[in-house]
């Protein structure tokens, strides 16, 4: 796993990031991606985004599928290992790639594995600290921000500062801050589908939560997180903004908020 408790050196030229989009950004949610392309050029980086990268593999691996994930994380390794940095803008596939592919593969594929995970961060822990240059300061039209820490994120890499600290440097924004940050949401990936109930009260204590801060937007790093929450929130008439925070750190608000587009 990344410490990405203190600044870490980088290369002086440009380093090489391999952006590794996701599934729900690429299907649900392209403006991340894009936001995300544009904040590693901004902080130096030079991107490539594989052109076959796929799923990582975390549904089947969670699901039991072994044989399945070992698949996926095979054919993602070949896609990353030739960049310098891996990047995500998610949590739970950030996690995914740097903590359980070494542990489901074996031989010559775990090196190869730990050798990709060495060198793969979130996006926000990535921007934070490690990219080459610091984020030019942008404009967003609200300062009435709440963040959620996904669960993944959050216990799995220890990002929780640096989401907060860029959002005030780069956007002038202090986090208005959870009554209880660090309980999950009750996406949970499958454990939605498997336990609707006890999902869907769960998100409704995080949105109760939100609301009480009296923050007008919730942002976060993990999209399967944001969908869920902005599908109850519309659900429960909330009028709560959902959006991924390298949307405003991108200072681009341009797409209709998460669950309003259509």
Same mark, same amino acid.
């Given at each position: ?13 440009? !380093? &090489?990031?391999?952006?590794?989009? &996701? ?26 985004? =594989? ?7 975390? !549904? ?47 031989? !010559? ?9 060495? %060198? ?15 984020? =030019? ?22 990002? #929780? ?14 986090? %208005?801050?959870?009554?209880? =940050? ?23 204590? %995080? ?24 599908? #109850?929130?519309? #659900?429960?008439?909330? =009028? ?23």
């Amino acid at each position: 796993m990344n410490d990405v408790s203190s600044d870490q050196s980088v290369p002086s030229e440009r !380093p &090489t990031v391999a952006l590794f989009i &996701t599934c729900l950004v690429d299907l649900f949610r392209p403006s991340v991606g894009f936001a995300s392309l544009s904040l590693l050029q901004r902080a130096g980086c030079e991107v490539v985004i =594989p052109g076959q990268q796929t799923c990582c593999g975390q !549904p089947a691996y969670n699901s039991g599928d072994y044989r399945g994930a070992r698949a996926l994380a095979r054919q993602t390794l070949k896609q990353l290992e030739a960049a310098d940095y891996v990047v995500v803008p998610s949590g739970s596939c950030a996690g995914m790639i740097s903590e359980h592919y070494p542990r489901l593969l074996e031989g !010559p594929w775990r090196e190869r594995a730990l050798a990709v995970a060495a %060198k793969t961060y979130e996006l926000n822990a990535f921007l934070h600290s490690v990219a080459p240059a610091r984020l =030019p300061v942008v404009k967003v039209k609200t300062d009435s921000v709440a963040y959620h820490d996904g669960c993944a994120g959050l216990r799995e890499l220890h990002v #929780r500062k640096q989401p907060r600290e860029l959002l005030h440097s780069v956007c002038g924004i202090t986090v %208005k801050e959870l009554q209880q =940050p660090e309980v999950c949401c009750g996406f949970g990936g499958t454990f939605c589908a498997k336990m609707p109930q006890i999902s869907a009260r769960m998100a409704d204590n %995080k949105l109760k939560d939100v609301q009480a801060s009296q923050a007008q937007l919730l942002c976060g790093g993990d999209m399967g997180c944001l969908l869920s929450l902005a599908g #109850r929130a519309s #659900r429960n008439g909330q =009028p709560i903004e959902v959006r991924h925070v390298a949307e405003l750190l991108s200072g681009d608000l341009s797409a209709p908020a998460i669950g309003k587009d259509t």
